[in-house]
């Protein structure tokens, strides 16, 4: 199959030409066909694997069809996403998509000045992609309407339940035209998802191509258990050995992350850093240099987990394991782009075991492990009279336990090379 035959507008398949975008990648060839007939559509698939030329597509192929422009402060189409490094990769591929038509396509996100948002929009424009905060902003400015909108797209929308835009959904939902299009796409299935499609969406059609939240095939993923006071040397001895192939490298906090940016910028390495207390300007330029190759790691919290489309980032680190499992599959999604390689290496200290095995949950599969042993917390000791821990109790926590409660022996991080897991699913 190719795109002239899912009925695409000559326009956009020789623009997908131009882009070197050939064949539709599964979930669009299964997505395109519906939405072009005005269904609506809960696509479930995950990351890279080219949700937005999937929804992106035909929108875009609708609105080339109406011919007519947009009445001032009004958008034709709403796309909403989470964060503000998503909005901005969605924005540039439908402006790629749509370039040399008169279809026009605005960006709105925080961190950037809301006065120059607002005179962007002041002609109205065919798409309009925004963070759901910034775009309620500018509705209560009056800088825009929604009611001649008639396609809305929410992406990543189990991000969004997670960051609780569902508050801004419910306020955002009723203003636009009542007769409209409504597509949802999602790398995972948590079960508000349902509640979700059920409240927005209209006898929708739902396309999956692969379980949800199981990784890509492509990704050879691995974990070393490691003391949390041991993670900055391991860590530094892994990069060190590909000090010329990106790498991104999560934790979760943006003090922590911004700690660990200028260590590893003490040691040498090219690096840049995107988290929360960043502005927009500060974390375009990170990612700019990182996908220019004048940095090669990447620090970052979950705000990129979904914001980065670099095709050859070849490293994933989990320096620090998600909250939620879900966004495990999402940070390592990084890697394995366009059908390329990649390597996905978690690393788990005592107190981040629980978070290891809901991870493994969602995956379905165990990690393999590189080096050290899986963490296991011994049964609270007795307190002995007097207040006292007795000779010879158990120890709690801290260290992996071998036979006979004695520590078990540690491998040499990184002896091992990672296996490739076979359990998960394969995608395209």
């Given amino acids: 199959m190719d795109f002239d035959m899912l009925g695409l507008s000559p326009r956009l398949v020789s623009k997908l030409e131009e882009l070197g975008i050939k064949d539709p990648t599964p979930i669009q060839a299964q997505a395109i066909p519906h939405a072009m007939n005005g269904r609506d559509v809960m696509g479930l698939a995950q990351t890279g694997t080219g949700k937005t030329a999937a929804f992106g597509l035909p929108m875009l192929n609708a609105l080339l069809s109406d011919g007519g422009r947009p009445t001032p402060k009004t958008a034709k189409a709403l796309v909403l996403a989470p964060t503000r490094e998503l909005a901005k990769q969605i924005a540039d591929n439908l402006a790629a998509f749509s370039e040399g038509t008169h279809l026009k396509t605005v960006l709105v996100v925080g961190g950037a000045g809301i006065t120059g948002q607002a005179r962007r929009l002041e002609k ?100 070393h258990y490691v003391a949390k006071a041991a993670k900055i040397d391991l860590l530094i001895e892994l990069l060190d050995k590909h000090r010329d192939e990106r790498a991104l490298v999560f934790g979760r906090t943006k003090h922590g992350m911004e700690k660990l940016s200028r260590m590893l910028a003490a040691k040498g390495f090219g690096v840049a850093a995107i988290h929360g207390n960043k502005s927009q300007g500060q974390r375009d330029r990170a990612i700019k240099s990182f996908k220019d190759g004048e940095v090669k790691v990447l620090v970052a919290t979950d705000v990129a987990a979904r914001g980065i489309d670099i095709p050859d980032v070849r490293h994933v680190y989990n320096f620090e394991l998600p909250n939620v499992p879900e966004n495990y599959v999402h940070r390592i999604g990084r890697t394995a782009r366009a059908g390329a390689d990649g390597m996905a290496i978690a690393l788990c200290s005592p107190d981040e075991m629980g978070e290891m095995r809901d991870i493994e949950k969602v995956l379905k599969a165990p990690i393999p492990v590189l080096s050290g042993r899986a963490w296991e917390r011994a049964e609270e000791p007795e307190k002995p009279k007097g207040g006292g821990r007795g000779r010879g109790g158990p120890r709690r926590g801290g260290q992996p336990m071998g036979g006979a409660g004695k520590p078990a022996r540690m491998s040499k991080p990184g002896a091992s090379r990672p296996r490739r897991n076979r359990a998960q699913s394969r995608s395209a």
């Fill in 124 to 223: 109205g424009c065919a798409v309009l992609v925004a963070t759901p905060g910034r775009l309620l902003d500018l509705i209560d400015r009056g800088a825009v309407r929604l009611n001649e909108t008639r396609f809305l797209v929410l992406d990543e929308a189990d991000q969004m339940l997670d960051l609780g835009f569902i508050h801004a959904l419910r306020k955002i939902a009723p203003m636009l035209a009542a007769e409209r299009q409504t597509m949802l796409f999602s790398a995972t299935m948590p079960k508000q998802m349902n509640e979700l499609a059920q409240t927005y969406l209209t006898d929708p059609i739902r396309v999956q191509v692969n379980p949800p939240g199981q990784a890509a095939d492509k990704i050879d993923q691995g974990v």
